[in-house]
């Protein structure tokens, strides 16, 4: 090893000998045989021909009934069930994410109280089945007939009928929203937890106001953290609005459950859900996608 500053001396290629030809042309000569992948070649073969006996048996199949799904997959009866699915989907992602912001950070204040009740929301809400929710705000009024506001543990000035006040749909957007807040918070609060505490510290160094830090700084880089969880929670909700049919809401999987249920076409309806789902999931993929890149801007990977 040498104990001097200059640069390590690479050996050469010794020199050719009399009738022998030069190290270079040598390497040149070398046959280069790459990695064989024998079992990589089998599984692909195999997967190819499931999915095409798959795919043969979907379009052979006279049990999938192919024309009675393409009777009914554009029906009135179905793209309003479609409608109402996103509406579902659309107000329980707006306000649960809304509240989900909020109890993110109460989780990440200084407050002890603040952070106790955070902590107890999210462990209610992940604690108990969605479903249990929505039968519970679906019969709201048997608990309360009425909502009162006025003095605490005194009269009341303003008072709602909570028959009229809280209906199925409104039930189910309120019990999907509190749902979806619960996993929210977390998704916001493990985003928010990604950022350099470091780049905080000098923005306060540099006066900038804690809002700011947070819209300018924080959020920016949280949201590539947030985004991929946040796309999977939207999807799963979107798919999650079926759990509604036990309401009587007229949603996607609801109204394919009347149809089948006059014609006894099972199969056909359920595909019909089935297609609607994957491609407004795909939808909401190709959106995910796109906003990803927005947020991935001078990014490493």
Avoid: C
Avoid at 43 to 63: D, E, K, R, S
Avoid at 181 to 202: C, K, M, N, P, T
């Amino acid at each position: 090893m040498s104990l001097t500053s200059d640069p390590p001396v690479h050996p050469q290629a010794p020199p050719a000998t009399a009738g022998q030809p030069p190290a270079a042309d040598a390497y040149a000569a070398l046959k280069i045989v790459p990695v064989r992948h024998p079992w990589r070649w089998v599984a692909v073969a195999a997967t190819t021909v499931l999915l095409a006996q798959f795919l043969h048996g979907l379009i052979t199949n006279p049990g999938w009934e192919w024309d009675v799904f393409a009777r009914f997959v554009t029906t009135e009866t179905i793209l309003r069930a479609v409608w109402v699915t996103l509406q579902l989907t659309f107000y329980g992602t707006v306000i649960g994410f809304a509240l989900g912001i909020a109890l993110a950070v109460m989780r990440l204040s200084a407050s002890p109280f603040l952070r106790a009740v955070s902590y107890a929301y999210v462990w209610a809400f992940r604690s108990i089945p969605l479903i249990v929710q929505l039968l519970f705000w679906f019969n709201l009024a048997y608990l309360y007939e009425e909502i009162r506001f006025g003095i605490p543990f005194g009269p009341g000035f303003v008072s709602f009928d909570t028959m009229n006040l809280v209906g199925a749909m409104s039930a189910a957007v309120l019990g999907l929203a509190l749902h979806q807040a619960a996993y929210a918070a977390e998704i916001v609060r493990g985003g928010v937890l990604a950022v350099d505490s470091g780049q905080l510290e000098a923005a306060a160094a540099l006066g900038i106001p804690r809002l700011r830090q947070l819209r300018r700084i924080v959020l920016p880089q949280a949201m590539r953290s947030i985004l991929p969880n946040a796309a999977n929670e939207i999807i799963s909700l979107f798919k999650g609005t079926s759990i509604v049919s036990v309401m009587a809401i007229g949603e996607l999987f609801y109204q394919v459950q009347v149809v089948y249920g006059r014609n006894g076409r099972v199969v056909p309806l359920l595909m019909v859900a089935t297609v609607w789902y994957i491609l407004l999931t795909t939808v909401l993929s190709v959106l995910q996608h796109y906003v990803e890149r927005h947020y991935a801007k001078g990014a490493v990977r």
